[in-house]
Each structure stands twice: as C-alpha cells, then as structure tokens.
C-alpha cells in the first residue's frame, strides 16, 4: 500500500517525531518581534487545500486563463507583502498554484519514438524487469527518462549506482501512463550501447557508503528475510517477491515495505545523541543534514519528502519560537510541496502518506481518549485506527476492497517494524562493516523481528477477515463515531460487537466452489468428490493472480498447470506457490520454473467438472521439448 502507515505510538509522525526537548532552543524573543500575524490552523488547511485542487485542475486551463491568473498571482502577492493580510496571501498562493501547474504540463512533453544518442546521469537504483534491468536517469537536456536493457546493455545497467555519468544508444519510446507522468519521466529508452563514462558526485558518496552498510548488513539475514530488511530501513523492494507483497497488501501491512514519516522520526531520534553534543546554533543545519541524507539514501520517495518538508519546518519553528500545531506545519508542508512539483497531487503514495499523517493527526487523541488498558497499547491502536480510518478510501479506490484485519495486524506488527527500523540504522549498519560471525549476531535480534513481522502477515492472510467496500467503510465510520460520542462501556462494546456480528455475516470471502475465472486471467476449479483443486496458468495470466487467490481464501491447490514455461511465468509460479500450499506443478519440457515437474508426453486430469486434456507438442530439432503446452477441456468458467 502504500503509504497508509500506522505509525509508532506517541511520535507526532506529522513532524518527523521532533517533540523531544534538547534538539534546538526556542528564541522566543524573535517572535516577539514579528507583528504580522501568522495563518492559522484553519487558514494553513485551506490554503493547502486550494493549492491542490488548483494543481489538479491546472492542466485542464488554457492559455487564456492562466495569463490572467498570472496578473492576478503578482498582483496579490506584492498586497500580501504590502498588507500581510492572510487572506490575500492565501489568494497569491492559490493564483501561483494554478499558474504553476499550467507551466508544468506544458514543460512535459514525452519524448519522440525514434533513434536516440546522448548521455545523462543514473538518479535511480537498478530493478529487474523479466529478464533484464532498468534504471531512471535524467538525460543531459534535463529530460528524466527509464533506461532498459537485455543482453550485455542489462548487465550494465545493473551495476550502475546513483550519480554515475553515461552515455546511451538506443531506441526512445513516449511515456504513457500517469505513473510516469507523476515521476517527470518522459519515456523510456531501450538501450543498443551502454557505458559509464564518470563516477558520481562528492555530495553523495557519503550517503552512498551510509547505503551501502545497510545494504551489506542484509548479507547476514536469510534470503527470504533481506528483501524485506531493506524495504522496512531504506525504502528498497526492487526485490521483493509478488508473493510477499501480496501477503502484506491483503491484510494492510504493504506500507511497511517502504518508508514512509515513520522512517524519518526514528532517523532523527538516532541521530539526536550526536546532535545533542552540537551548539544550539549548528543543531538546526546538523538536523537539515541528516534530513538531507536520508533523503539521497532512499532515493526522496513522496512520503520520505512530505516527512522531511514537515520536519524541517517543525525545527525551524522551534528555533524562531514559533511553535506550530502540528496540522498547520502538515498543511505548510503540503503546500510547499505541491508549489514547487505540481505533479505530486496525483501520485498515490503521497496522497495516502498526506491522507494518515491528517487522520492520526486530528482522530488518534479522541480514539484513544476513549478506549481503555495500558496507555501503549491505547496508544497503539489510537494512531493505527486513525490512520487506516483516514487512508481506507484511498484504498478502496485504488486498489479495492480492503481487510478489516488491518486493524489487529498493524498492532501486532508495527513495534516489530519500529524496531527493525532502529536497529537496521544502527547495529544493522555496522553489521554491514563487521565481518561474518560479528555480523551475524548483530542481526539476530532484527532477524527475530522479521521471522514475527512475516508470521503476522502470513496468519492473517489465512484468517477469513471481514473485508470493507465504501458501504462497510461508511457503517465503520458511524460506529467508530458513536464510540467516540458515548462513555457508557456497555454501549461501546454493544456498538462493537454488532459492527463485527454484520461484517462476518456479509462482508467475510469464501473460496468459490464452481469453475472460476479469476480476474488475473487463470482458470480455478475447486475439489469436489474427492477430486483434485486445478488452477490453469495461461500465458495471458498477470502477476494479479496472488491477489486474486488470497482475496478468494484460496489457501490450498492440488495441481498447477503451466501453459507457458518462460522466466515470467516462473515467477508468477512462485508468488502463487509462496501463498497456497501447492502440491504438484506441472510444466512444458523445457521450462524455467522452480520445482515444476516437467511434462513430457501428453495426459489427462479428471475433475468433477470435466476431464482436462494436456497436449504437449512434438520434439523439434531445436531441442528434446516445447517451452509451451496447451490444455483443453470442455468446462464453463464463470
């Protein structure tokens, strides 16, 4: 998921967890010098609001509109200066948005289909794309485009770091989708020649080793467990399975497998004894610095800069004097934000980072007003009830019906992730300078951590949790409303139960029990009489299909068939095989899938809706088998 992440009990993530005193000294007397007075609470959440439906509408406008715009932006702006009227600085802002935004899609233009030469920098970190590698780099015309390469061109981009210099030829292709648009990127370039022509700058070869640790210190972790270690610490999950990432996206854990505000609090907390030792004066750069690292280190994902915006805001309040709310520095943040990339408004990770710093912000005090027990575990369940409350929405929206397990799994895993956060930032980096069995021990306590955080995830993926659409979301809403309007323990618990009484009733998934075609494009027909459960793998099946089978509880399959044995179809194999319990696979002779029975003469599998037919091609002189087999059957798939 994203970013709607509960965050750790009694930190402000809002501000980056700067409430503890000794970081800076208030200059009260600074404040006392300034007359003008500052926006309010309300005023700071109006502003940021109109600045986002103006940049979301600003492409839309033509030219004829913006220009008046602009005279009115300048106009307002020199009142604002002139008056210090909020309301007309609110209205300056609002003109600049939309001016802004104009300018902005009309600077984007994807790049022209053809042949391409030119050079540019690496900006992003290598993933793998089937069998080669891509990378986001910005082109030496400023345009930031994805390189891909297969063959020698993907072995080179595979070791490229950030801030390498390169030259490239190869063929451009025009961006297409509103995930590239959102990330500036004009289009992608497949790559004929690649090579490296310079190393990366000084300014980040310190957070490259800060990096690089982190990254070591996953050596001595498990291989099912390093992938997860870096997407909880640096935001890293170019190699986490879509068998994983299905697993925490179906019971609402997907936000720890990236970072998020959560990340830049305990940054600072780690790095306030070395601050502490600073003069007042130099605390606030030193601050900025290591917001600044963290920053290159993972590679300023939206919710990583809404975080640091609002942190470095938050420090700079308490130099000043001039505390601030923690709403209003949100909404600052936003704005700022927003002014200087338009694009970031429709970017879904930082419309829910945005989404569950409000909602824990302004519904956990009230919620854990009124629950009861241990003040943690209040506060534990105050800010993840707020912030899945806030961010359910979104969800729904964008990704679907969402587990009301979320709840108890959040609470259940959000410690373990808070602590493999502080521990991958400290004993887990020099973990990564230390030899083997130093290392080794250093990670015991994050490998414990990460054996409970994956344990969670897969439980729930097999407990059949309610699930919320928009009508459930609205019944939460008023019952949680409710809980909040009365103190009669007998009324709240009377509200809670009938609300799970009604979920389990009608909102609880079931496994089909008739032919199914699942929306990922694979065909599912379950056991019956003593039959086997089939699942048939076409080559048009999408990764969906782990989605798919762990939102129909299918938890358990007697045979897989595999139409297609390419590297792509191994590895939605795998993420199936990493959900159910799979007995058999069954695949083309000349396959590339782990642990799949190679099929070498054509059968047939009986089921209760009809017999399966397996037809495997003859031999051809290329080799002793097919990569492909065809299944035919006669059964109707609903």
Partial sequence: MCDGRSERPGVDMSQGGLEAPGLVRPQARRSQRRNRRALT????????????????????????????????????GLGALATGRTKILILAVATTSFVLGARAQADYEPIPAGDISASGIVVGDPKPTGIGWRVQARLRSGSRVELVGFGAPGFTIRQMTLGEAFEVEGRASPAESSWEKGRHIVGSVSTNKIRVTGGPPWWIAGPELVRTAVV???????????????????????????????????????????????????VLAVARPLVS??????????ILAVLLMFLIVTRGEPSVLRATATASLSVWATVTGRHRSGIRLLAVAVTALLVIDPFLSAVVGFRLSVAASAGILIAAPSIR?????????????????????????????????TSLGALPANVLAGWAAA???????????IAGMAPSP???????????????????????????????????????TGVLLALVATRAPTIRVGLVASFLGLMIVVSVPSSPTT???????????????????????????????????LEMQIGGIDLILVENGSRQAGVIVSGVVDVTDSDLVLAPPQHRIKNAKRLTQSTVVETSFGDISIVIPPSTRRGPGSTSMEVRHQISFD
């Fill in 41 to 76: 609470e309300y005023e700071s959440v109006a502003m940021a609001s109109v600045v986002w439906v103006a940049v979301s509408i600003a492409p839309s406008l033509s030219a004829a509109v913006v220009i008046p715009l602009g005279l009115l932006s300048v106009a307002s």
């Fill in 216 to 266: 070591s210190g996953a050596d001595h972790l498990p291989p099912d467990q390093r992938a997860l270690y870096t997407g909880l610490v640096l935001g890293d999950d170019r190699f986490q399975t879509i068998g994983q990432r299905a697993r925490f996206r179906s019971v609402g854990l997907s936000h720890l497998l990236a970072v998020s505000g959560q990340n830049v609090a305990f």
């Fill in 277 to 286: 030792l600073l003069g007042y004066r130099l605390r606030f750069v030193a």
């Fill in 369 to 401: 007003d009124r629950l009861w027990g241990p003040m943690v575990l209040r506060e534990a369940v105050a800010v993840t009830s707020a912030a899945q409350l806030a961010v359910t929405p979104l969800l729904i929206y964008y990704f679907g019906p």
């Fill in 419 to 429: 602590a493999i956060m502080v521990l991958g930032l400290t004993s887990g980096t």
């Fill in 438 to 476: 130093l290392g080794g021990l250093l990670q015991l306590p994050n490998r414990l951590l990460l054996w409970w955080l994956d344990e969670v995830a897969t439980s729930f993926t097999r407990l059949p949790t309610p699930v919320l659409g928009y009508v459930e979301y609205l019944v939460l």
């Fill in 515 to 549: 032919p199914t075609l699942l929306d990922s494009g694979a065909k599912y027909l379950p056991p019956d009489d003593g039959y086997p459960s089939v699942l048939i793998i076409s080559p048009d099946t999408s990764s969906r299909i782990v989605d798919d089978l």
